[in-house]
Nanobody, 119 residues
């Protein structure tokens, strides 16, 4: 059984910063792609950042320069550093990872963490 657990969400004022973490645990052979998504009320889930295992990280165009995603493969952990936050960044943030268990890759989602940016 594999789980992704996010942490680090909360309430922050406009212009502030937050750092999200996501830890993968369980029976893990390897982790391929990792990523962050978000879903605002009444909107579809959207990509924030994608981190392939052997390629550069890509970001949603609107978030470039403010958000930075990274991964620590030794710890099966990914991070999302969010700076200069705006009220429109308010959403539930989810981590996603493609993980190999017994030679088979599955996509997993975290439970989500709420980020609220006040104006």
């Amino acid at each position: 059984q594999v789980q992704l657990v996010e942490s680090g969400g909360g309430l922050v004022q406009s212009g502030g910063s937050l750092r999200l973490s996501c830890v993968a645990s369980g029976t893990i052979d390897s982790i391929n792609e990792m990523g962050w998504y978000r879903q605002a009320p009444g909107k579809q889930r959207e990509l924030v950042a994608r981190m392939p295992s052997r390629r550069s990280t890509s970001y949603a165009d609107s978030l470039k320069g403010r958000f930075t995603s990274s991964r620590d493969n030794a710890k099966n952990t990914m991070y999302l550093q969010m700076n200069s936050l705006k009220p429109e960044d308010t959403a539930v943030y989810y981590c996603n990872a493609v993980i190999s268990t017994a030679g088979v890759f599955y996509a997993y989602w975290g439970q989500g963490t709420q980020v609220t940016v006040s104006s």
